[in-house]
């Protein structure tokens, strides 16, 4: 599983930043990152109620950032169980 990117604390930026090897996924996962932002609680906003934060939503986003800059394996791909998309 990918480590989140370390961004000192500081949002990632929309646009893909330089040596990002997949930029599609980059802009899906930054959309993804700001539609689950945590709220003044600390819960994230999209997803009341909420049982946990990071939620799924957002550590699928921080996976996809962390993914499209291949600064890490997404690991072994799920074996196709004939799905056709
Ligand atoms: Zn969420």
């Known amino acids: 599983m990918p480590e989140p990117l370390d961004f000192g604390g500081q949002t990632p930026p929309i646009d893909p930043p330089t040596g990002c090897n997949?930029?599609?996924v980059w802009r899906l996962a930054r959309r993804l990152y700001a539609d689950h932002q945590p709220g003044p609680d600390g819960w994230c906003l999209s997803c009341r109620p909420a049982i946990v934060?990071?939620?799924m939503a957002r550590r699928l986003a921080d996976l996809g950032l962390a993914t499209a800059m291949?600064?890490?394996s997404a690991g072994p791909r799920p074996a196709?169980?004939?799905?056709?998309w």
């Open 22 to 24: 997949s930029p599609l």
């Open 70 to 72: 291949g600064s890490a």
């Open 53 to 55: 934060y990071p939620c």
């Open 80 to 84: 196709n169980k004939g799905h056709h």
